[in-house]
């Protein structure tokens, strides 16, 4: 029998969430993602140390550091798409998490910087956290044919919106959601149980039931069982020492998602605008208190690529 990473892909479509090639290479994934804290990890390993400096080069002594960034993502993003068919993500500066026109002004300039090197833009990603800001400037960046995943996403209320808003992906993220639940109840879940795979399973269904074009895209998981718990969901992305689990065992991987199954949902049907939307976020402790966490802890990685960035000038 295959092993379970061959059997997900049967059902799902496997992402690496990795800044990582050699572990892109070994998973054969279809697209792969960054984010800062990825980049910044990949960054600080010798291997691509290259990278590092070849970003520093290219913008020249007296470009501005956030410029030094986004060449620095958009080096990584182009590696990777050497190796994976599909789409890379790239994020924005989560320091622009609400400020919807920065958002596009930098997401236009990472788009800018993968067309020069002979990118399309369907190829790529942009992805903003899922602030009302950062989803209403995804919602513009659809339209002018810019493909975004919408990260830090831990509600039902910003799923919604972003399907309203036509944003191409989401990123809802399940081990940081289990994480918050676990350290508030004291309790441990069973995956079937797992507050985080329920979320996604929710917003999976409710999106096949009304017939929303949104892809779902399973994020920052725990342990294996989560994955598992998601088959079938349209793409799950997943760090290498799980997608090594995975390969490692040939135990039969059942589909627990489809959209079959989601015409049976029994949610009705919602809408958002900014004054529900915010309401709902601040009614959900979880959400709330993890957007807010993730955003922080992007912010502060890319706080420490600048001072790595710095310190490359200075060499």
């Excluded at 799902?12 to 990582?20: E, L, S, Y």
């Excluded at 691509?48 to 958009?74: C, E, F, H, Q, T």
């Excluded at 289990?178 to 079937?192: H, M, Q, R």
Aim: hydrophobic share 45%; proline share 4%; aromatic share 8%.
């Amino acid at each position: 029998m295959p092993n379970q990473l061959e059997q997900l892909k049967q059902f799902t479509k496997v992402v690496a969430d990795t800044g990582d090639f050699s572990s892109i290479k070994q998973f054969t994934p279809r697209d792969a993602t960054t984010n800062p804290s990825l980049i910044l990890k990949a960054a600080g390993m010798s291997d691509y140390g290259y990278l590092v400096d070849k970003a520093v080069i290219d913008s020249g002594a007296n470009a501005p550091l956030g410029a030094v960034i986004d060449r620095l993502l958009v080096l990584f993003g182009l590696e990777i798409l050497k190796i994976v068919p599909g789409r890379v993500s790239t994020e924005v500066d989560a320091r622009l998490s609400f400020d919807r026109e920065a958002t596009l002004v930098k997401a236009k300039e990472i788009i800018g910087l993968y067309a020069a090197s002979g990118i399309p833009r369907e190829r790529i990603l942009i992805k903003i956290a899922s602030t009302w800001e950062g989803i209403k400037a995804a919602e513009a960046l659809e339209k002018e044919g810019i493909h975004c995943n919408l990260t830090l996403l831990f509600s039902f209320a910003q799923a919604v919106a972003c399907a309203e808003s036509g944003v191409q992906l989401i990123s809802p993220f399940v081990g940081r959601i289990l994480d918050w639940y676990k350290k508030s109840t004291g309790k441990d879940y069973a995956p079937s149980e797992d507050p985080g795979v329920r979320s996604v399973a929710a917003i999976y269904s409710y999106y096949k039931k009304f017939g929303y074009r949104t892809e779902v895209m399973g994020a920052s998981f725990r342990n294996k069982g989560e994955i598992l718990e998601l088959a079938g969901c349209d793409l799950l992305t997943i760090a290498p020492p799980l997608l090594a689990e995975l390969a490692a065992s040939s135990d039969p991987v059942a589909r627990k998602l489809s959209p079959a199954d989601a015409a049976n949902d029994t949610q009705a049907k919602v809408s958002f605008d900014e004054k529900s939307f915010r309401f709902a976020l601040n009614e959900d402790a979880m959400a709330t208190e993890k957007t807010a966490e993730g955003i922080r802890t992007f912010s502060a990685d890319i706080v420490k690529l600048e001072q790595l960035l710095v310190k490359k000038r200075g060499a």
